[in-house]
Structures are given as structure tokens and as C-alpha cells.
């Protein structure tokens, strides 16, 4: 007995929602650049941070989808240097650690959150140069950074501070309208 193949494949309301799933990762990577280029003329102020911890807390794992769209977007648009080493996991980190903590939705939380992930960036993207030149160069590299890290620290608290609520529930209601 012969079966169709259309009998034996998946349900086309199954694909349709995959396909727009898929879509949405795309933008959601395409919201990550274009906020980082667009805040990029300001030293270590940036939007990404807060994204990705809405996008995990909203999407859980499968926030880790735009995440890696935007760096590699990061490295096809600047180059695959030694920074984007540490792109590959400083983001997936943050994702990581919003996971581990998703059951809060404070906005000063987050806010801190941001704020300590900001401060740490420079440490986290000195890993790689602990590799390459060892303990003296990830040293020099993150000391170097510190103003800017601090900057970081700041721009990422404030932002998280005034956006995150905002932010959240666009992103829940959006999510929420795109589920089967």
C-alpha cells in the first residue's frame, strides 16, 4: 500500500509556524546589529545586552537563535578578528545566565544585571588574549578597558532601567502572537 508523501510529511500549519519562527529569529538577530550600529558612534553604550535578556526571557533557548545571527553578522560586517572569539561566548553567556535567573521580572534586577554583565565585558573579552599572549596580555588588555567598561556598566544599567519594562512586554505580546 502506497502512501502519499504528503501523508507522511508534517502538518502544513507546523511548517508554516517553523518558517515564521525562523523569521522571526532573523529579525530579531537584524534588531540586535542594527541597535549595535546604530548606538556605535557612543563608547560602550549599547541596546544588545538589554535585547538579549528580554529576547531569553521571553524566548528561552531559543533566544540563543538571534544571538549567534548577530555575531555573525558582528564578524561579516567588521571582520572575524580576535574580538569575535570572544563574541562566540561573552553573548551566549549572558543568555545563559538570564536563563538561569528567569523566574524575576524586576526591572532594577535587570537593570543590575546588565549593569555587572557590562562590567565584566572587558574580563570576558580578555580570554582570548590569555591564549594568544598569555596572563601580562589579558592583564594589559582588560586594565586598558576599564574606563570603558565602566562606561558599559553605566550605559547598560541605565538602559536596562528605563527599557527593560517596555521592552518585556512588547516582546511577550509579540511572542505570544506568533505561537501556533
Not at 596572563?135 to 565602566?150: H, R
Not at 556598566?153 to 509579540?174: D, E, H, Q, T
Request: glycine share 8%; hydrophobic share 60%.
Amino acid at each position: 500500500m502506497a502512501t502519499s508523501l504528503r501523508s507522511r510529511s508534517k502538518p502544513a500549519g507546523n511548517a508554516r509556524a517553523a518558517a515564521r519562527e525562523i523569521l522571526l529569529f532573523g529579525l530579531l538577530g537584524a534588531i540586535l546589529v542594527t541597535a549595535q550600529l546604530a548606538l556605535s558612534f557612543l563608547p560602550n553604550i549599547e541596546l544588545v545586552s538589554l535585547f538579549i535578556i528580554v529576547y531569553t526571557l521571553v524566548l528561552r533557548g531559543k533566544a540563543f537563535y538571534p544571538v549567534y545571527i548577530f555575531v555573525l553578522a558582528e564578524g561579516l560586517i567588521f571582520g572575524f578578528g580576535i574580538w569575535w572569539i570572544s563574541y562566540l561566548y561573552i553573548w551566549a553567556a549572558l543568555a545563559a545566565a538570564v536563563l538561569l535567573m528567569r523566574k524575576n521580572e524586576s526591572a532594577i534586577f535587570w537593570a543590575i544585571v546588565s549593569g555587572i554583565f557590562g562590567l565584566l565585558f572587558g574580563a570576558l573579552c580578555s580570554i582570548p588574549y590569555l591564549f594568544i599572549g598569555g596572563a601580562g596580555a589579558a592583564a594589559a588588555y582588560w586594565v586598558n578597558g576599564i574606563p570603558f567598561d565602566l562606561l558599559h556598566c553605566g550605559g547598560n544599567a541605565l538602559a536596562a532601567a528605563l527599557l527593560f519594562r517596555p521592552s518585556y512586554k512588547i516582546m511577550k505580546r509579540l511572542y505570544a502572537n506568533e505561537k501556533p
